[in-house]
């Protein structure tokens, strides 16, 4: 309780000239004693006096004249002091001292009233301000009690959508290496196909082989053009995810300043060290948001992050099927291409065998027709003898005398000896020509068969070649990106 004012000593309202007693000091008040003090945000109440007081008359000095040192009354009266009918009655004496007693009474009643009242007032506001303070105690507990279940939400949020990013990113990147994988077999089929061009003659056909080439590489192209999309999309989605983690981040920041700031605030008390006036702080009004925008604005940021986070497990979903899909699809494309390979291979092998028979049959046949060609020129050149021997005796007989010329049995025989050996001999000028345009053609075969030997063994090499490069395929793990 704080003592405001000051108590002051009454005196009579005057002193007459017949009054021989002395002044009295004036007392020590409670303003010596009590020092007034100040409420904040208060007038100073040093002006406030009780509605009713004495007058406080300075009783001025008196001389040597009228009092001595001793303070005692003179024994000798001024001479000119106040007539009899100056002084007062004892009546008005005593009407005097009952009225400065009710005077009094009434002060005092009135103060302690004062004292009641501002007693009781200031144990109200004391409760009224115990009763605020626990309010606002409260309400920053209540506050810190919801800051930190949107901060436990925020990070469970931002801790879900970090797995959710990093697995994002692990499905980037496995598409990206299947993409990567799948270069070595598109060139290799490539390569294929190029080597496949320098086959020879009718063998530079367009067979199962270079059919299932053609679709591997397509697939190929098709299968990387597909998943370097599909990693771009998802390339777009990490941004949208980092988006959504900064507004994470950000909102889970400031709530953990302001959780800061209010348990600072909650744990300040009347007796705190940094506590200080701050005149008009609460005329200012900085907030941007209530209690309603502000949950809904932690709201949209999760339920943002969690839109992401849906997004973010479709596209997952989406690559993992595309590379088993596309791992499937480009297995059996090899495997068709190696089949078709393999079966091309036994197809040549096998021709090049039946060629190479062949060719061993010509050549047996070619040396049998030389032999007869052989046999042939000497049985012309044997019947060339017999032939000139009857022509030598019809030239002779020719030569015969008159008519000695007769047309008897040796000259018929001579005649038909000379024209049966020519025609033997026309007959086999004819066989040894045949046997001649015979062996032509065996060589022109032989020559040929070597030339097919030669273009089969070629397409053989290339095919084999070919699948010596097929040899090395991408596993399943590459070809899905785990590798």
């Not at 004062?114 to 409260?138: F, G, V």
């Not at 502000?294 to 479709?314: G, L, V």
């Not at 993992?320 to 190696?338: D, P, Q």
């Not at 050549?363 to 052989?374: A, C, G, N, S, V």
């Given at each position: 309780?704080?003592?405001?004012?000051?108590?002051?000593?009454?005196?009579?309202?005057?002193?007459?000239?017949?009054?021989?007693?002395?002044?009295?000091?004036?007392?020590?008040?409670?303003?010596?004693?009590?020092?007034?003090?100040?409420?904040?945000?208060?007038?100073?109440?040093?002006?406030?006096?009780?509605?009713?007081?004495?007058?406080?008359?300075?009783?001025?000095?008196?001389?040597?004249?009228?009092?001595?040192?001793?303070?005692?009354?003179?024994?000798?009266?001024?001479?000119?002091?106040?007539?009899?009918?100056?002084?007062?009655?004892?009546?008005?004496?005593?009407?005097?001292?009952?009225?400065?007693?009710?005077?009094?009474?009434?002060?005092?009643?009135?103060?302690?009233?004062?004292?009641?009242?501002?007693?009781?007032?200031?144990?109200?506001?004391?409760?009224?301000?115990?009763?605020?303070?626990?309010?606002?105690?409260?309400?920053?507990?209540?506050?810190?009690?919801?800051?930190?279940?949107?901060?436990?939400?925020?990070?469970?949020?931002?801790e879900c959508l970090l797995k959710e990013t990093q697995a994002l990113e692990t499905a980037?990147?496995?598409?990206?290496?299947?993409?990567?994988?799948?270069?070595?077999?598109?060139?290799?089929?490539?390569?294929?196909?190029?080597?496949?061009?320098?086959?020879?003659?009718?063998?530079?056909?367009?067979?199962?082989?270079?059919?299932?080439?053609?679709?591997?590489?397509?697939?190929?192209?098709?299968?990387?053009?597909?998943?370097?999309?599909?990693?771009?999309?998802?390339?777009?989605?990490?941004?949208?995810?980092?988006?959504?983690?900064?507004?994470?981040?950000?909102?889970?920041?400031?709530?953990?300043?302001?959780?800061?700031?209010?348990?600072?605030?909650?744990?300040?008390?009347?007796?705190?060290?940094?506590?200080?006036?701050?005149?008009?702080?609460?005329?200012?009004?900085?907030?941007?948001?209530?209690?309603?925008?502000?949950?809904?604005?932690?709201?949209?940021?999760?339920?943002?992050?969690?839109?992401?986070?849906?997004?973010?497990?479709?596209?997952?979903?989406?690559?993992?099927?595309?590379?088993?899909?596309?791992?499937?699809?480009?297995?059996n494309h090899f495997i068709s291409t190696n089949l078709a390979f393999n079966n091309r291979?036994?197809?040549?092998?096998?021709?090049?065998?039946?060629?190479?028979?062949?060719?061993?049959?010509?050549?047996?046949?070619?040396?049998?027709?030389?032999?007869?060609?052989?046999?042939?020129?000497?049985?012309?050149?044997?019947?060339?003898?017999?032939?000139?021997?009857?022509?030598?005796?019809?030239?002779?007989?020719?030569?015969?005398?008159?008519?000695?010329?007769?047309?008897?049995?040796?000259?018929?025989?001579?005649?038909?000896?000379?024209?049966?050996?020519?025609?033997?001999?026309?007959?086999?000028?004819?066989?040894?020509?045949?046997?001649?345009?015979?062996?032509?053609?065996?060589?022109?075969?032989?020559?040929?068969?070597?030339?097919?030997?030669?273009?089969?063994?070629?397409?053989?090499?290339?095919?084999?070649?070919?699948?010596?490069?097929?040899?090395?395929?991408?596993?399943?793990?590459?070809?899905?990106?785990?590798?």
């Amino acid at each position: 309780m704080e003592f405001l004012g000051n108590t002051q000593v009454a005196s009579y309202c005057g002193r007459r000239k017949g009054c021989l007693f002395p002044d009295l000091a004036p007392t020590s008040t409670t303003k010596d004693t009590y020092q007034s003090c100040c409420l904040p945000g208060y007038r100073y109440l040093n002006s406030w006096r009780p509605s009713q007081l004495h007058k406080v008359v300075l009783v001025p000095d008196s001389s040597d004249k009228e009092f001595n040192s001793t303070g005692r009354p003179p024994t000798v009266l001024p001479a000119l002091r106040s007539s009899l009918h100056a002084r007062y009655s004892t009546r008005d004496w005593h009407h005097a001292n009952t009225v400065q007693l009710k005077g009094s009474e009434a002060s005092r009643y009135c103060a302690g009233r004062l004292n009641a009242d501002s007693m009781r007032l200031m144990q109200n506001k004391d409760q009224l301000t115990y009763l605020m303070q626990e309010d606002s105690r409260r309400s920053l507990g209540e506050r810190i009690t919801n800051i930190d279940f949107w901060r436990s939400e925020l990070i469970y949020e931002l801790e879900c959508l970090l797995k959710e990013t990093q697995a994002l990113e692990t499905a980037k990147q496995r598409l990206e290496c299947a993409a990567d994988a799948l270069q070595g077999p598109l060139k290799t089929a490539l390569e294929c196909l190029y080597h496949r061009e320098m086959r020879k003659g009718i063998d530079l056909v367009h067979d199962d082989v270079e059919k299932n080439l053609i679709k591997e590489v397509d697939a190929f192209k098709d299968c990387q053009e597909i998943l370097t999309k599909l990693a771009q999309k998802i390339d777009q989605q990490l941004g949208i995810n980092r988006d959504a983690q900064h507004a994470l981040e950000q909102d889970l920041s400031d709530k953990n300043t302001a959780c800061f700031i209010d348990e600072k605030c909650f744990n300040l008390n009347n007796t705190s060290n940094s506590i200080n006036f701050y005149h008009g702080v609460e005329k200012t009004d900085g907030t941007v948001s209530n209690p309603e925008t502000w949950a809904k604005f932690s709201e949209d940021n999760i339920r943002c992050s969690q839109h992401a986070r849906a997004n973010s497990a479709k596209l997952r979903e989406e690559a993992e099927v595309r590379l088993e899909s596309k791992s499937e699809e480009i297995w059996n494309h090899f495997i068709s291409t190696n089949l078709a390979f393999n079966n091309r291979i036994a197809e040549v092998a096998d021709a090049k065998n039946k060629l190479q028979a062949q060719l061993g049959k010509i050549l047996q046949e070619i040396f049998q027709t030389e032999d007869t060609i052989m046999l042939l020129e000497r049985a012309i050149k044997a019947k060339e003898y017999p032939l000139k021997a009857a022509q030598t005796r019809l030239e002779g007989r020719t030569r015969r005398p008159n008519i000695e010329l007769c047309c008897d049995a040796p000259q018929l025989q001579l005649v038909t000896e000379v024209y049966t050996t020519d025609d033997t001999l026309q007959t086999l000028k004819r066989r040894l020509q045949e046997a001649r345009d015979t062996l032509q053609m065996l060589i022109l075969n032989k020559s040929n068969l070597e030339h097919e030997i030669s273009v089969k063994a070629n397409s053989f090499f290339i095919d084999k070649k070919c699948m010596d490069m097929r040899k090395v395929f991408p596993s399943t793990p590459r070809l899905i990106g785990y590798a």
